[in-house]
């Protein structure tokens, strides 16, 4: 059997964007709103059933995409106005002519990032993995940052912890921004390869 990582729904993407930040914050969400969790769905307990896992699991996992779209909708402008513009610069040369090759390549496009992506991923399957593996660190840092925030109001919670899970968000920020900008870039690399 020829599997690939691609052939299976579940993969790293959904597992380092969505359950594992999901995950961060279902564990803390009682704690900070005073809430004790039914007993089915407490994984806290000496022994926790089957079916408190599998809850939590899915239940993170739907958290994990609200954390998500609140991540993108908040840090999204940020790296575009902050790191993206400061790299675009840096390599300016590299991205006027992959841009204008990807333009020559294909008239009709959605943004010279996407379409490249996506030509790649139809036309060479093989490198879907390498392409996936950027953008789902990238979300995983991305959700890191907020995530990190978020813990800072904990309640008992001393300002050595608060002081390093602000720092923490900061290194988080800073390598969403490096793994998103390391996507774009072995996007265009690899489209000018096979072009």
Not at 7 to 33: K, Q, S, W, Y
Not at 45 to 71: D, N, Q, R
Not at 87 to 115: A, R
């Amino acid at each position: 059997m020829n599997f690939k990582p691609g052939d299976l729904f579940f993969g790293l993407m959904e597992f380092l964007a969505f359950i594992v930040p999901g995950f961060i914050l279902c564990i803390t969400l009682p704690f900070i709103l005073g809430y004790c969790l039914p007993e089915p769905f407490d994984i806290m307990k000496k022994e926790p059933i089957t079916f408190a896992w599998v809850s939590f699991l899915l239940i993170s996992y739907i958290m994990g995409h609200f954390l998500h779209h609140i991540c993108a909708l908040l840090l999204n402008p940020l790296y575009n106005k902050t790191y993206f513009i400061w790299k675009k610069n840096k390599y300016k040369d590299f991205i006027t002519k992959s841009e204008k090759l990807i333009g020559d390549k294909i008239k009709v496009h959605n943004g010279y990032l996407k379409t490249a992506e996506a030509y790649l991923k139809v036309n060479h399957t093989s490198l879907i993995p390498e392409l996936e593996k950027h953008l789902a660190n990238s979300k995983l840092f991305r959700s890191l940052c907020l995530l990190s925030l978020y813990l800072c109001f904990l309640p008992n919670i001393d300002c050595w912890t608060r002081f390093f899970l602000i720092l923490f968000s900061c290194l988080s920020f800073s390598k969403f921004a490096h793994e998103r900008w390391s996507h774009r870039i072995s996007v265009y690399r690899y489209f000018n390869l096979v072009n």
